[in-house]
C-alpha cells in the first residue's frame, strides 16, 4: 500500500485528520480513521468503485431522469456528477481539507456551471428555505459513525422539506452499526409515505431510499424491464438492485410494495 506522505489536519474540532492512500491501482480516501469513505480506480476514474456508491444510484429505478440533485458529504466526488452529464449537482462538505483533496486527487472540478460545492454545515444549510431537489443523497461520517447532527430525526425532516414533487432522499448506512435499527426508524418516520431498503453487494453498507410520495407499485416485470434499460445506460448493476429489493422490502409474487403499512 502506498500511504502518500503527509495528512492535513481537518478545521473542524471534533474530527481527525484527512489522508489518501494507494493500492492496486485504486485511490481511496480516508476521514480521521482507516476506513474508506471513497475511492477511485486510476484506469477508470470515472468509474463507481465501491459497491455502496453503485447501490445508492439505484435511485434511478424510481426517479430517471433527475434535474437538481444534492449530495451532502463530498469524499472523492465520483457518485453522481460523472454519471448524470444533464443533471445540476450541489455538494455541502463541512472539511475544506476534503474538498481540496477530492480537487488535487480525485478529479473533481475546480468550476464548472453543473457543479457547486459548498463548504458548510449541512443541517444548518437543509433548515434554510431554498430551491426543491429532485434526488438528496446523504453520505456524511465523522470517522465511523453519522454526526448526530446528519441523523437526527430533524436533519431528515428538513430533507423531505427541501425535496421537490416526486424527490427522493438516499441514505448510506452501515448495517453492522449498533444504532442502525434506530437510524432507519428515524428516517421512516420522517418519510412516513414510502421507504425501501437496499443491500449493497458486499455485506455492511445498507442504501435507504426516503420517498416523499410512493411512485407506485411497480410490477417486478417493470422493474426488470427498467433495470435492463438502466444498465445499458449506465453501465451498473440495476438487476442486481432489484433482487436486493425483493429480499429487504415487502412484495409479492407479481410487485414491490412501495407504501409503509399503515
Known sequence: MKLFNWRWSRSVADAGSVYVTEKHGVRSLHVGSDTIQSSMRLARPNDLELAYTRSMMG????????????????????????????????????????????????????????????????????????????????DGYDDDEPPPSLSARQFYLACRKRLAPGGVVVVNLWGSDRRFDEYVARIESAFPKATLRLPAEKPGNVVLFAFLDPPGDPRWDELEARAGELEAQYALEFGRFVRGLRKMNRNDGERLYLSNPA
Open 59 to 138: 435511485f434511478l429505478l424510481f426517479n430517471p431522469a433527475p434535474q437538481h440533485v444534492l449530495m451532502v458529504g463530498l469524499g472523492g466526488g465520483s457518485l453522481v456528477y460523472h454519471r448524470l452529464p444533464q443533471t445540476r449537482v450541489e455538494v455541502l462538505e463541512i472539511n475544506p481539507d476534503v474538498v481540496a483533496i477530492a480537487r488535487r486527487y480525485f478529479q473533481v472540478p475546480g468550476g464548472d456551471e453543473r457543479l457547486t460545492v459548498r463548504v458548510c454545515d449541512a443541517a444548518e444549510f437543509m433548515e434554510r428555505e431554498g430551491a426543491g431537489y429532485d434526488v438528496i443523497m446523504v
